[in-house]
C-alpha cells in the first residue's frame, strides 16, 4: 500500500503542484526503494497510486503508451481535464482483459486508487483527480483531504490516498501548528495556504512508520512538482546529511544528479538548486581573464 498526496503551494506570488509519495513496494517482504510517482511524458501531468503493485504498474506503462500514440494527448492539445474520460478508458480496458472471475477482481481492486493531476491550460488552474474501484469499473471523483479544524486552506487542495489517513491527518496538524499557528479564539478558523507541510508530515510518519507498526508504507518521501507553464521536474529528497534519493531510490556516491534537491532534515523543508552555483558563460570568461 502506499501514502500518496498531492497539493497546491501558492507562495509569494508563484503556484506550483506538489505531489509526495512513500517508497515502500510489498510483496514477499518490502522494498523501499520503489518509484511511486510517474511523471506523463507529455509534461504537465502525473500519476500515482496506493494499492498493488501487480495492477498498477503496468497499466502506468499502458497509460504513458497510449496517450503517447495519440497526437492530441501526446502534444497537449487535450488539455488535462479532457484526460479523464481516456485514463477510464485505459483503466477498464485493461482490467477487463484480466482472466480472474468477477468477484476476484473486485476483491483484489477495492484497495487501489489511482491519483492524477496537472495544470490546465483551459482553466489556467491546476487539476487533480482520484481513480477508485467500484466493483471492477473504475471511476473519477474530485475527492479533497479533509485537514480538520481549526485549518481552512484558503483554497481546497490537498488530495489523499492510501493507507492510516487519521494517522497522517495527525501529523499534519502537529506541523500546521508549529508553522501556521493557532486561532486568536477558541472556535475560529485559522486560514492559510500551503507550502511544504503535508511533504513535511509525510516525513515525519514514515520515520515512526516501523516502530507504530505502520508497516504499510515506507522508505523515504519521493516528491516532485508540476508548474503553470505545463511542466513537471522531479526533485532529490535528502533525509540527512549523508543520504539523497530520487524518486525513492537511494543515489550512488557516483551519481551526480542536477536536479534540485527537498531538503527534509531539518524541521521545515528547503530547496536548494544546484544549477545555481555553476557559474554562467560571462563569469567563466572573467574568472579566466583575472
Not at 520503489?34 to 500515482?48: E, H, M, V, W, Y
Not at 494517522?167 to 493557532?182: F, K, P, T
Request: charged share 25%; glycine share 6%.
Amino acid at each position: 500500500m502506499t501514502i500518496s498526496v498531492a497539493w497546491v503551494r501558492r507562495n509569494k506570488g508563484t503556484v506550483e503542484l506538489l505531489v509526495a509519495s512513500d517508497s515502500r513496494l510489498r510483496s514477499r517482504g518490502a522494498i523501499d526503494q520503489a518509484q511511486k510517482i510517474f511523471p506523463l511524458l507529455r509534461g504537465d501531468c502525473f500519476l500515482s497510486f496506493a494499492g498493488d503493485s501487480q495492477i498498477s504498474y503496468p497499466l502506468f506503462i499502458q497509460i504513458g503508451s497510449t496517450l503517447n500514440n495519440h497526437l492530441k494527448t501526446r502534444t497537449r492539445a487535450k488539455d488535462v481535464t479532457e484526460l479523464t474520460d481516456q485514463l477510464t478508458d485505459i483503466i477498464n480496458a485493461y482490467i477487463s482483459s484480466w482472466d480472474l472471475p468477477k468477484a476476484q477482481k473486485s476483491d483484489e481492486l477495492k484497495d487501489t486508487t489511482l491519483l492524477f493531476g496537472g495544470w490546465s491550460w483551459r482553466n489556467h488552474r491546476f487539476y487533480i483527480r482520484t481513480f477508485r474501484f467500484n466493483g471492477i469499473k473504475a471511476e473519477c471523483a474530485s475527492t479533497p483531504f479533509r485537514i480538520g479544524h481549526p485549518w481552512h486552506e484558503r483554497v481546497r487542495s490537498l488530495a489523499f490516498v492510501g493507507d492510516y489517513e487519521n494517522e497522517y491527518r495527525d501529523g499534519l496538524a502537529e506541523i500546521l501548528a508549529r508553522s501556521v499557528g493557532m486561532p486568536e479564539r477558541r472556535g475560529e478558523k485559522q486560514t492559510f495556504d500551503f507550502d511544504y507541510q503535508p511533504v513535511e508530515a509525510l516525513n515525519i510518519l514514515l520515520k515512526s512508520a516501523n516502530a507504530r507498526g505502520l508497516t504499510s508504507i515506507g522508505g523515504v518521501p519521493q516528491f516532485i512538482k508540476v508548474y503553470p507553464y505545463g511542466s513537471s521536474l522531479p526533485f532529490v529528497t535528502r533525509i540527512d546529511a549523508k543520504s539523497s534519493y530520487l524518486f525513492g531510490r537511494k543515489l550512488f556516491e557516483w551519481e551526480k544528479s542536477e536536479f534540485p534537491i527537498l531538503d527534509l532534515s531539518k524541521p521545515s523543508a528547503r530547496t536548494f538548486y544546484p544549477l545555481a552555483h555553476v557559474p554562467l558563460p560571462g563569469d567563466v570568461t572573467k574568472a579566466r581573464g583575472s
